[in-house]
C-alpha cells in the first residue's frame, strides 16, 4: 500500500523553473525502492499523458515534448521523487499527477494531482 502526495505546484511565467514533489508514504523503504515511479500530465481537454518515468534502478525515460527540460530524480531515503522543470511554456500548463507501480503487482498508485500554471 502506497500513499502519494504532489506538490510544489503553482504560477509561473513562460522561462521559468518549478521543481514538483512526490512524497511516498504507507510503504517501508526496501518496498518503495522497487517501485517505478513516473509522473504524468493532463490538460484541460486532453489526454493525460505520461511526462517521464524513474525506475528502481535509476533509469530514466521522458516524452518528447520535454526531454532537454525536465529531469525526474529521486530520493529514497526520504521516499520522495521529484520533477525538476526548466524552460516553462504555457503549454506545460497541467495538472501532474505522480505514479507508483511495482512491475509484476496489479496495484497502480495516483497522487491527486497538483496544478502547474505557465502564465505571465
Known amino acids: 500500500q502506497l500513499n502519494l502526495v504532489e506538490s510544489g505546484g503553482g504560477l509561473v511565467q513562460p522561462g521559468g523553473s518549478l521543481r514538483l514533489s512526490c512524497a511516498a508514504s504507507r510503504a517501508i523503504l526496501s518496498t518503495f525502492i522497487q517501485y517505478t515511479m513516473g509522473w504524468y500530465r493532463q490538460a484541460p481537454g486532453k489526454e493525460r499523458e505520461l511526462v517521464g518515468t524513474i525506475t528502481s534502478a535509476g533509469g530514466t525515460n521522458y516524452a518528447d515534448a520535454v526531454k532537454g527540460r525536465f529531469t525526474i530524480s529521486k530520493n529514497n531515503s526520504k521516499k520522495t521523487v521529484y520533477l525538476q522543470m526548466t524552460g516553462l511554456r504555457p503549454e506545460d500548463t497541467a495538472v501532474y499527477y505522480c505514479?507508483?507501480?511495482?512491475?509484476?503487482?496489479?496495484?497502480?498508485?495516483w497522487g491527486q494531482g497538483t496544478q502547474v500554471t505557465v502564465f505571465s
Open positions: 505514479n507508483g507501480k511495482i512491475p509484476g503487482q496489479r496495484a497502480d498508485y
